[in-house]
């Protein structure tokens, strides 16, 4: 391949940007991707009292305010060495449970559901909710409608606030809920479960009882053997709000489990000259650049990781799901020990299954005895200094990490954010959905934009991490150069 | 007497600004409620005519933007833009559809169904959702940096965009 080089002072940039570099013989050799990135939140943050971050910061992002907002609130428990009481943990990952059962349920049946229910191949135009109704049936739509209001229900009714929850804080969560508000939130969570499994039920029925689809959720294209990041609970079981980093490698054995707080003993970032992103890696497997194996410290942050690296999940329903995605996916271990499965679109299932723990959750939660207790917060008392403070957002590890002066006011402020992890792996599936459909400088147009979609919308990635996002449906340029570096092709949809 | 059975309904039209609050001009549509309330509740101190009207600030888009809709006879969104090769500060009305074939801000998501997609599911959910829908926006200059600040040119359209939505109102508070 010939060797280009992209002068820094024209990185790529722009929303959903891909580049696709040919090689003489016209093989993909390379594909990058660019997404804007906001700049400058450390500098807005340092100055400010540490316990406006759990409000600020859930401004960080529209589309996961709950997940800024419950790793900034341990973060400043950890700045001011405090130690919520039970109830306040309580209420925290039960509002945090109905996020994630409505976030998931909305990628899957206005994201990722289109690919699979509409089909691959579809237009655009139609891969979308109104599609999977028109597939499915009108009552699905009611249904995740109904899915998210009540989640968001219950969010604003221990959040207290409609859209950006602003309970938690330092040591705990400002007010507790009554029996009636447990009443209804057990409800819900009931309801939940029922469309967890109903859910469930949709991917069997349209995505394993198709043969074609099921070849293509099993297909090299859209495999990768990378490590894997999630939080898990003492008994190694996924758990979303609090617990110990695991990381299993591509051989399926269980590298080690970390505390949040020693996260960079683990995470190190790789830089590269064509873009502003920073691609984290295993700092003790190093940075060999954007491969597969072992030897290579790529590693990915998504419901699909969080599921390889526990050993089940902690709800009896979710684990019935779990033991099913591994008897059907990968029926044999690794070579290490564990079963895991590789194959990135299965992340779609892996969400529907982290549905339904978060709907069992949800329940266990309501009906535990101390969840209407009145003492829901410690107030702190102690010098704040440093603290870190980690959650599984619904796209993967986040964590918050403060340092404060005396008076907690903040001197410095750094952010993992969800899909940030996943940089590496995303630029590794959409380099792999490329080969796929160019030869020998044939580009197969049909398709080649959706796979290439496809490719990163199984992570569920967050563009830019804000509410901001640009016109249109979410905008996509794929520009192919020869090995000289000219353009020869430009593909686009929604610019 | 009214029907009791009848859902009780709020106001008549939701004016909603739309975008991040820190995100440099995004936060542009916060500012112009900010206005448009207080103009509302200057008139309405003065012995105004004052239109059956609730002001919200929401960061969201897509299905969330729809849901927050309901219950609504008609919706004004006031948002960021980045229409291509227009001025900073360019304050332009018009009716939602007449603009989801241009540019604009939160009005979309990478990360949920667009407004357009969504509005027509809940329509076809019998959802009760405004009969009419316009928008206000503002050209923003710099999106993409945080900051409680907006830049010169956006920040003096703030009084424009707040008259574009009272007269939308018809109201005779501009």
Redesign the interface.
């Known amino acids: 391949m010939e060797r280009i080089t992209i002068d820094p002072v024209t990185r790529l940039e722009g ?2 940007k891909i580049e696709i570099f040919l090689d003489p013989d016209g093989e993909v050799a390379n594909a990058y991707f660019q997404i ?6 450390e ?2 943050c340092v100055g400010r009292p540490v316990e406006e971050m759990p409000t ?1 910061t859930n ?2 992002c ?2 996961c ?1 709950e997940a800024h907002h419950m790793a900034a609130a341990k973060a400043a428990d950890a700045v001011y060495h405090v130690d919520p009481p039970r109830p306040a943990k309580l209420l925290r990952e039960l509002l945090y449970s109905a996020f994630f059962f409505t976030d998931h349920t ?2 899957f049946y ?2 990722g559901g289109p690919d699979f229910v509409v089909g691959p191949d579809a237009p655009a135009a139609e891969r ?3 599609g999977v ?1 028109g597939k499915v049936g ?1 009552e699905v ?2 249904k995740v ?1 109904e899915a ?2 009540r989640g ?1 229900d219950v969010i604003e009714m221990i959040g207290g606030r409609k ?2 929850p602003a309970s938690a804080v330092p040591g705990g969560m400002t007010q507790g809920i009554t029996e009636e508000q447990r009443a209804e939130i057990e409800k819900f969570g009931r309801w939940a479960i029922e469309f967890g499994q109903f859910s469930l039920g949709i991917f069997d029925q349209i995505v394993l009882g198709n043969a074609a689809y099921k070849e293509m959720v099993l297909s090299d294209g859209y495999t990768h053997r990378t490590y894997y990041m999630g939080m898990v609970d003492p008994n190694n079981k996924v758990n979303f709000y609090d617990g110990q980093v695991s990381i299993m490698s591509p051989d399926g054995q269980r590298v080690g489990t970390y505390a949040p707080a020693e996260y960079r003993d683990w995470i190190a970032e790789h830089v590269e000259p064509w873009t502003y992103l920073k691609f984290p890696y295993l700092k003790k497997v190093g940075w060999k650049g954007f491969v597969d194996g072992v030897d290579s410290g790529v590693y990915c942050a998504t419901p699909l990781s969080r599921l390889n690296t526990a050993d089940g999940m902690a709800t009896p329903l979710a684990q019935a799901a779990y033991e099913r995605f591994y008897d059907t996916l990968a029926p044999k271990p690794e070579s290490g020990g564990k079963r895991l499965v590789h194959h990135r679109l299965a992340t779609h299932w892996a969400r529907l299954v982290e549905l339904l723990y978060a709907a069992e959750r949800v329940v266990e939660l309501a009906t535990d005895p101390e969840i209407t207790s009145s003492n829901v917060r410690t107030v702190p008392t102690e010098k704040p200094t440093e603290g870190v403070g980690t959650v599984e957002a619904p796209r993967g590890t986040l964590t918050h990490h403060y340092w404060t002066d005396e008076n907690g006011i903040l001197t410095a402020v750094n952010l993992i954010v969800g899909t940030t992890n996943n940089y590496a792996p995303m630029a590794m599936s959409i380099k792999k959905a490329a080969q796929s459909l160019i030869h020998k400088g044939t580009v197969v147009h049909q398709g080649l934009l959706n796979r290439v979609e496809m490719a990163f919308r199984l992570y ?4 830019g991490c ?9 905008p996509l340029q794929v520009a192919i150069r020869n090995s000289d570096g000219e353009v020869i092709e430009i593909l686009s949809q929604n610019c | 007497m009214a029907d009791q059975a009848a859902p009780r309904r709020g106001p008549r039209t939701l004016v909603v600004g739309l975008g991040n609050p820190v995100l440099g001009d995004d936060g542009v549509g916060w500012r112009v409620a900010d206005e448009v309330e207080g103009r509302l509740h200057a008139a309405r101190e003065a012995g105004r005519r004052i239109p059956d009207v609730e002001v919200e600030r929401l960061g969201v888009g897509g299905l969330r933007l729809m849901e927050c809709l309901t219950g609504y006879e008609a919706a004004i969104l006031v948002d960021a833009a980045e229409f291509p090769g227009r001025p900073s500060g360019e304050v332009r009305s018009c009716s939602f559809e007449a603009l989801a074939d241009h540019a604009a801000g939160h009005l979309d998501s990478a990360h949920d169904a667009s407004l357009r997609t969504a509005l027509a599911l809940g329509r076809r959910l019998g959802a009760d959702l405004p009969a009419r829908i316009d928008t206000v926006t503002i050209q923003a200059h710099r999106t993409d940096e945080f900051s409680e600040e907006l830049s010169p040119a956006v920040l003096a359209a703030v009084p424009a965009a707040a008259a574009a939505v009272l007269e939308l109102l018809g109201t005779e508070a501009r």
């Open positions: 929303h959903g804007p990135e906001l700049r400058g939140f500098r807005f600020l401004r960080i529209g589309v305010p909305t990628h206005a994201l979308n909710i109104l109704i009108m739509g009611g409608i998210r209001k968001h859209i950006h569920d990635p967050c563009f804000a509410t901001h996002s640009l016109p249109g449906e979410m």
